[in-house]
């Protein structure tokens, strides 16, 4: 049996007319002789409407309630999909996450995939041309519904496929991956190829073509991610395990909405350091672009979070010094994280003197790298001039 795991995200299922195209492209590939998985994620702007709704009420939303509420989106869309393919003679049935049963841990709202009890899905297939399954979601051991932040749908999507070692396709509004976000870099190239570990950079530092914890998945059980438009018939891009000579550097991303946190005047004491981040991996909340800069008197430590954690972290922060009165926190918003990847930099040197050079006349505040990425953290509007300097001098 020839199974097929596809997603659709939500502006693929914006609306009833959308649904029914997808519908009769999923038909056309039953009628070849291929049982379909498809998930799907809300309609259109529905979690946003829905989270909008939930902070109208409470600045805080309590974060099992909020998962119960924003799962409500999927299941809309998995119904209305099911009842489309149904309309038109393809054997379908809708399941969320409880029926399908993918297990979760019970981190609400940022929750992670533990297994996924095939089972019933693979016996489902028997007895259907296609399940619809519902993304973004998965059931805790204790029955408590999750859901798995942002872009989790593609993550549900691969690991469904990992779960049935079947081929797995993500379809959007994107034709597939590009080096440069084409709607800042008109003239951005298409790339047919990405390596894993370059995917995994571009996903974490910003591309939105794919949920970095999708990627992770993908490479672990070594499935061959196709990303393509709904609406198109050009060929997409393949994210997949290949050893073909890679470009120096293969992509930019961008990731915006950072806040610069500067604690000053902490007393010399590393083990006081390590207390701050593990406090903010505590309360789940994501540290990036770390410096941290001592003398015989004093330790300076400068990490960036994105914008809407910052009263957390405050809370985190007074929390764990609440013993010290010489330190000073500041939050500096309005920055821009700007990075290069590419595989094709762990043989390489030079990249770096070019990376700098490109950026000469942009004040940059922090830079991270690793063995094929180079991030800078810049002000948010020299971010364009950043993006056609890079772009020129690697010829992205």
Request: charged letters at 25%.
């Amino acid at each position: 049996m020839d199974i097929i795991v596809q997603k659709y995200g939500g502006s693929s299922v914006a609306d009833t007319g959308k649904i029914k195209r997808i519908a009769e492209m999923v038909s056309k590939r039953v009628k070849e002789g291929a049982k379909l998985v498809i998930v799907v994620s809300a309609m259109g702007k529905t979690t946003d409407n829905l989270i909008k709704m939930a902070k109208e009420i409470s600045a805080s939303p309590e974060p099992r309630e909020l998962d119960m509420l924003l799962t409500t989106g999927e299941q809309i869309s998995i119904s209305l999909l099911s009842i489309a393919l149904n309309e038109i003679g393809i054997k379908s049935k809708s399941l969320n996450a409880f029926q399908a049963e993918i297990m979760t841990t019970d981190d609400f709202n940022e929750a992670r995939i533990k297994n996924i009890k095939s089972e019933r899905i693979s016996s489902e297939l028997e007895e259907n041309d296609v399940l619809i399954i519902a993304g973004f979601q998965g059931i805790t051991e204790e029955g408590d519904i999750t859901t798995l932040g942002r872009g989790g749908s593609d993550t549900s999507a691969v690991a469904i496929a990992a779960a049935l070692q079947a081929k797995c396709e993500i379809y959007s509004d994107v034709d597939g991956i590009y080096t440069v976000d084409p709607r800042l870099h008109p003239k951005a190239k298409k790339l047919k190829y990405v390596a894993y570990d370059e995917m995994l950079e571009m996903a974490s530092l910003g591309a939105k073509v794919l949920h970095s914890r999708s990627v992770e998945i993908a490479k672990k059980f070594n499935i061959t991610i196709y990303c393509g438009s709904t609406f198109s018939n050009e060929e997409g891009s393949y994210v997949m395990d290949q050893n073909i000579e890679q470009p120096l550097v293969s992509g930019l991303s961008i990731m915006d909405n950072q806040t610069q946190v500067v604690i000053t005047n902490l007393p010399v004491d590393y083990t006081l350091v390590n207390k701050i981040f593990q406090k903010a991996a505590d309360e789940n909340l994501n540290i990036d672009m770390i410096s941290v800069i001592g003398n015989s008197k004093s330790l300076n430590v400068s990490f960036t979070i994105i914008d809407e954690k910052k009263g957390p972290m405050d809370k985190a922060l007074s929390n764990i010094l609440q013993d010290f009165d010489q330190y000073h926190v500041h939050y500096d918003s309005g920055y821009t994280k700007i990075s290069i990847v590419g595989v094709g930099m762990r043989s390489s040197s030079g990249v770096a003197s070019k990376f700098f050079k490109a950026l000469d006349n942009i004040p940059i505040k922090l830079v991270t790298t690793s063995e094929i990425k180079i991030s800078a953290l810049i002000e948010e509007k020299d971010k364009l001039a950043a993006v056609k300097s890079l772009t020129d001098i690697f010829e992205l």
